[in-house]
């Protein structure tokens, strides 16, 4: 198992990132500054949270235009997986690898907390195959930009072709299940090919019970086992 | 272009006294320009200078076996074993919260980050403590919003997470908020950097953000109090940019890394005359910088406005001569500014030089040694009356006072503030805002770093000594409750005008009572910083002198949150005898929101009980027989158990005191208590009385939603819940 985690100035998820795909695999995956231009043969690259560039102007914007996602795009033209958690989702829509945008909290806050989600049916996929459809899985999000929005025949096309993957639902933790307005409760997206896969919650900080759950582990393990397989 | 000669005129403007200037000509047998002139007001400010408070200070203890690195240095360090170092600080942006609340707090938090980075540790915790005015003052909203935002926004960004905090709301704070930031680092305790320059010939470097004309004489505007001109001072409020503080961060945390820095200090208050002067003074040497050197990003920059900004981010270091290459790489890996602008000198002098002429030649010396220090006059405390819980307690049902006050801003759930800090990120948060102490994993280990701010400003208004002793004890108890060992102290003083002998006197006794306090538990002062003149039109806040504690759990298996865990578990309380006694209602909630807040006299502290009780809780909870514990804190005994109550969405059944005084039972805040829930009871209750610690049955968790009392009375606690929650939401999407 091969697995890239990118690392941009100003990411501050990729440790954690580190440590959790350690923690599964054995392994400590490689991490791979922005400025590279090419990547070594991979099975999974991985775009952690944190804030790019900084994030002033749009989330992931720059980050869309290093030379490292280059790369990326080259590895996913090849039938590459891809992940992006958080800040990651923003520069995978950034790149247009996933359709859509990421748009203000409706609360115009950030927001650090809980949240439950279900797993959707979707089109085959390595980030959904080993989980059961409608699996409840609570984990933390932490954004200010985590409001997915796309126009109508975007969203009803995601929703037609199983492209859904995760969506916010009524859990243990204090507050609304969406947490932050996205359309259809969309927590999670995954490409048309299923194998690029983006979403706001954050699997790496949920993957032990002293850290407040281990449904992220299931998460990432339910990926990497249908990775290797 | 000739600039007009100062007089005592200019230095009056820039804070300076009379005295102050006469003694400025003294030591420099002649009259200093514009740029000098900045420099002594800045490192002669209260800010800079403790001038009225050092006499003070010098009382604390800071000297223990596991102190590293007391006051002097950029952070305290004290040694948590296994060769490692936590290293801390707590930092007030009280001023320039309340001129620019965003901002003002965000640079507050980069401030105190960089305090902790710059000694070699990477920052792993924050924490604050707040101050508010009236939740119906017409500011409020503005800067509560602004604050909470730009903690999160710098916060969240740099990702290291936010695990604690506290915040009051009081009509004293209506025209100066105090935003007080505390971080906590973790290094090698071998690997600790300092800021004492060395080495006669080596450069001087500057690296990080570029300079530009924000919180010129900000140290000075910190040192002042605020009048109905405050809207000028807004450019005086520095701007923070925190992507560039993690990259800042990263580079220099990687440079220390390569064995090439020699010292380091931070630009903080006063930015380039500070960092300058302190590494310069604390070597015994001088400096020689060339200021056309220093990265700007304004034009035509004066050598008073560079010495003088407090633009963010930015760092002051001496680094091997041969390192230079090794250096600059890495700065330019990270796209930030890396610039030789000067060398170490044997001359014990500053000298600028500018547009090739000198700028500025003084000795350092007198900018550090001859900074005044004021023994100010205190006035006679006059000690508030002991006021007698029958005296304004009514009959009214327990349960509804319980709600009263879980509604009001002092109780209400701070979820809708902490929501907004990333609390997880760097994914070794246990216990994050909502408990008595934050909780996080050294890295990698089973240890963990326990940490805590309190203070209680109203019983420090009404007897100074005994308030400053007791914020000492409050955290201590926070950090015994999660299980873990107080370690040592970081605090921040935040009072009014020191130049009123009344607010002296809170200063001088508040510093007594915490350095009693400190003394007895064990937890020397390592880090702190004073906020004074937090004064609007004359009116003082509450006096606040925060204390941020840390303490360190061996196993973190063992730690407790405040959650019991399942209907059955006994509720017990230690540091409380059965003898039912009336309870203290002075100066506690209840009397404030119930009674009309009448002046009375606070709870008194004993501290031998605080240590005797804190003991027995850590080895209680180190030997695995406690499952939940809560310190027994603002609002008292039941106001505890309806927190845990609240945290478990459990209800529990109460035994009802025999005699005394019902509303002083309940909601009395005595001090040295601790709630807990456990599963052997009479193990527990068998060895308190062994170790000579009180302990006392209160009651059972149930399977139920509601708090009962054997009495009948009873609530709700979704209702305690919603209405907890409620409040302030309210305040701030109404």
Redesign the interface.
Known sequence: MRIAILIF??S??D??MM??IEKLTGRRPSLVWHKESCLDPIDLAIIP???S????LRCGALAARSPVIDAVLDHAARGGAVMGVCNGFQILLETRLLPGVLVKNAGL?????NITMDVCETVDSPFTRNLEVGARLTM?V?H?EGNYFAGEDELARLNDNGQIAFRYVDGPA??LANPNGSSLDIAGIISANGRVMGMMP?P??A?SP???GSDGAKLLQGCLEALVS | MSEPEMTLDNAASMGLSADEWKLILKRLERTPNLCELGIFSAMWSEHCSYKSSKKWLKTLPVDGPMVIDGPGENAGAVDIGDGLAAIFKIESHNHPSYIEPYQGAATGVGGILRDVFTMGARPVALLNALRFGAADHEKTRHLLGGVV?GI??YG????IPTVGGEVNFDASYNGNVLVNAMAVGLTHSDRIFRSAATGPGNPIIYVGAKTGRDGIHGATMASAEFSDETESKRPTVQVG????G??LM?ACLELMGSDSVLSIQDMGAAGLTSSSVEMASKGGLGMEIDLDLVPTREEEMSAYELMLSESQERMLMVIKPDATRRAREIFDK??LDFMPIGRVTETGRLVLLKDGATACDIPIKPLVDDAPEYDRPQAKFVSYPIVESRAITSDAPISSILLQLLKTFDLASR?WIY????????????QGPGGDAGLI?VHGSQRGLAMSTDCTPRYVEADPHNGGAQAVAEAYRNICAVGARPLAITNNLNFGNPEKPEIMTQMAQSVIGMGEAALALNTPVVSGNVSLYNETDGQAIRPCPVVGMVGVIND??TAVGIAPTASGQTLLVIGQDEDCNDGWLGASLYARHIAGEPLAAPPPVSLEAERKTGEFLQSQIGAGTIIAAHDVSDGGLVVAIAEMCMAAGLGATIISPNGGNAHGWAFGEDQGRYVIATDDAGVVTNAAKTADVNICLLGVISATDELKFDDGDAISISKLISSA?ATIPALMNG
Request: charged share 25%; with cysteine; glycine share 14%.
């Open positions: 100035p100003g501050n998820c440790r954690d440590v959790a949270g944190g804030f560039f900084g994030d002033y806050k950030y927001i650090c907390r933390p932490a200010n204090h507050g954050h790496e900080r993957i002293e850290l407040g | 935002s999160g926004g969240n960004c740099i990702g940019d925190p992507f560039t993690k990259l990263e990270w796209n979820r929501e907004q800090y990333d609390s997880q990120v760097m994914a070794d948060t246990l994993r973190i298996a929650e």
